[in-house]
């Protein structure tokens, strides 16, 4: 009988050495390590229904997103640190905001930068669209009760 694996007497003994050469390779692919830059999307570019979603790939340990009002990074604030690929952000006035991911240190960028803009809806359509639903919400009012009433009194 032919034993296959780490001390087969037809292998040999699996060395550290090679155990820490497969790793090295292994991770050497990793595009982190590798030096590629981890993606980092939107969404959209134009936010203007008062949220957007942000995605990224993959993680690397102690990763954050922090995002900032000047595409320099001079004032930063970090939005969110975790294992998670994701991150919904809402509840911000108009204006441009940039995002990347950065190194636990605070100083590497690990994705490229992204600008979102956000462009809320102006006041006038707003208005526009309460106005069009308060409309259709009397018409479905009315058909319910005028409805109900022809059917219960039997059409009179």
């Known amino acids: 009988m032919t034993r296959v694996g780490w001390n087969s007497p037809d292998t040999g003994p ?10 090295c390779l292994l991770l050497a692919g990793s595009p982190v390590i590798a030096g590629a830059e981890v993606q ?14 942000l995605s990224w790939a993959q993680t690397v340990p102690g990763m954050r997103l922090v995002e900032s009002a000047d595409a320099g990074f001079d004032d930063k604030d970090v939005i969110y640190k975790g294992a998670d690929t994701a991150r919904l952000v ?8 940039y995002y990347r991911l950065e190194a ?5 960028p690990l ?7 956000v462009q809320h809806h102006s006041l006038r359509r707003a208005w526009a669209f309460f106005a069009i639903g308060a409309a259709v919400f ?19």
């Open 138 to 156: 009397v018409a479905t009012l009315g058909l319910i009760v005028f409805g109900s009433r022809s059917a219960v009194g039997g059409g009179r």
């Open 111 to 117: 994705s490229n930068t992204l600008l979102v803009t």
């Open 14 to 23: 699996v060395t550290g050495k090679v155990a820490g050469w497969v790793l």
């Open 40 to 53: 980092l999307q939107s969404d959209t570019e134009v936010a203007t229904a008062g949220y957007y979603q």
């Open 104 to 108: 636990e240190d605070g100083i590497t």
């Open 90 to 97: 809402s509840g911000k006035p108009d204006g441009n905001y």
